[in-house]
T-cell receptor
Framework: EADIYQTPRYLVIGTGKKITLECSQT?????MYWYQQDPGMELHLIHY???????EKGDLSSESTVSRIRTEHFPLTLESARPSHTSQYLC???????????FGNGTRLTVT | AQRVTQPEKLLSVFKGAPVELKCNYS??????LFWYVQYSRQRLQLLLR??SRESIKGFTADLNKGETSFHLKKPFAQEEDSAMYYC??????????FGRGTSLIVHP
């Protein structure tokens, strides 16, 4: 079934560790996004991609990096996790110029 | 940078009452506007978008360019409408900007 998948769903990790949040979609969408969401707050755009080998920083880069080597895969990496990175991370994809976003289930990250 | 404002963090109504969730945007051109909904323990999903002019689950939203608003309305709220609602705007860059969300609680 065409969908967008995020792993892991939950992650607890110590300060200073390097982590990668996985996101894959099987809908063939060109555009992909990473948003950060704290409870009761708006979604903040961290990174986005218009297609393979295209990545841009959003309003809140949060010291993270992304890569887009394949259309379906858009992982987010934190080189050195900090407690301030504790949040929910949402991956999304869309097609066309103004297509609606399709979201994954999110990864809830806790950095201790 | 464009902004999307949802002034109410929480909206609490009784079943059968009318509902209006407010959304104002700052983009000066003609943005694409969306409402997304997140039910308990489900992922964020599209509810409706301005361009399609559809009514989804009894909800409608009208664009008012003069007031730069895109309020979401439903004449008779149902308990299953209880959820988190996000307004989003895609301005010139076509990258969606989200509001902070409004939690709608519909009491029986």
């Amino acid at each position: 079934e065409a969908d967008i998948y995020q792993t892991p769903r939950y992650l607890v990790i110590g300060t200073g560790k390097k982590i990668t949040l996985e996101c894959s979609q099987t809908m063939g969408h060109d555009k992909m996004y990473w948003y950060q969401q704290d409870p009761g707050m708006e979604l903040h755009l961290i990174h986005y991609s218009y297609g393979v080998n295209s990545t841009e920083k959003g309003d809140l880069s949060s010291e993270s990096t992304v890569s887009r080597i394949r259309t379906e895969h858009f992982p987010l990496t934190l080189e050195s996790a900090r407690p301030s990175h504790t949040s929910q991370y949402l991956c999304a994809s869309s097609e066309g110029e103004i297509g609606p976003l399709h979201f994954g289930n999110g990864t809830r990250l806790t950095v201790t | 940078a464009q902004r999307v404002t949802q002034p109410e963090k929480l909206l609490s109504v009784f079943k059968g009452a009318p509902v209006e969730l407010k959304c104002n945007y700052s983009y000066s051109g003609s943005p694409e506007l969306f409402w997304y909904v997140q039910y308990s323990r489900q992922r964020l999903q599209l509810l409706l978008r301005h361009i399609s002019r559809e009514s989804i689950k009894g909800f409608t939203a009208d664009l008012n360019k003069g007031e730069t608003s895109f309020h979401l309305k439903k004449p008779f709220a149902q308990e299953e409408d209880s959820a988190m609602y996000y307004c989003a705007s895609s301005g010139g860059s076509y990258i969606p900007t989200f509001g902070r969300g409004t939690s709608l609680i519909v009491h029986p």
